[in-house]
Nanobody, 116 residues
Framework: QVQFVESGGSLVQPGGSLKLSCSFS????????TAWYHQSTENENKRELV?????????GYANRVQGRFTVSRDNFKNTMTLQMKNLRPEDTGVYFC????????WGQGTPVTVLS
């Protein structure tokens, strides 16, 4: 069964940086397009795609994180990372990784709090 495990979330000051990590198991990671999703504290029923990366390294970003977040992956280690810079209070929430589209079971996510 496909499984995603997220880590790296923390409390940070506005303008600060964080690096989130995601481990993947249960399928061929090299052929799986994956993504990071953000669940805000204002709307816990919605998970917004913020960054996606294909097995070949093609990347895409939500407009609000373009230029601030960078998604990367290591196909040998079955891991994906999200480097977050210049963090804003609206980036607060829980971050999840999953396939794109998100057809795998959701993990626990990792919480990020940007102080306001």
């Amino acid at each position: 069964q496909v499984q995603f495990v997220e880590s790296g979330g923390s409390l940070v000051q506005p303008g600060g940086s964080l690096k989130l990590s995601c481990s993947f198991s249960g399928a061929d990671f090299r052929t799986t397009t994956t993504a990071w999703y953000h669940q805000s504290t204002e709307n816990e029923n919605k998970r917004e795609l913020v960054a996606t990366i294909s097995g070949g390294g093609g990347r895409g970003y939500a407009n609000r994180v373009q230029g601030r977040f960078t998604v990367s992956r290591d196909n040998f280690k079955n891991t994906m990372t999200l480097q977050m810079k210049n963090l804003r209070p609206e980036d607060t929430g829980v971050y999840f990784c999953n396939k794109n589209p998100p057809r795998a079971p959701w993990g626990q996510g990792t919480p990020v709090t940007v102080l306001s």
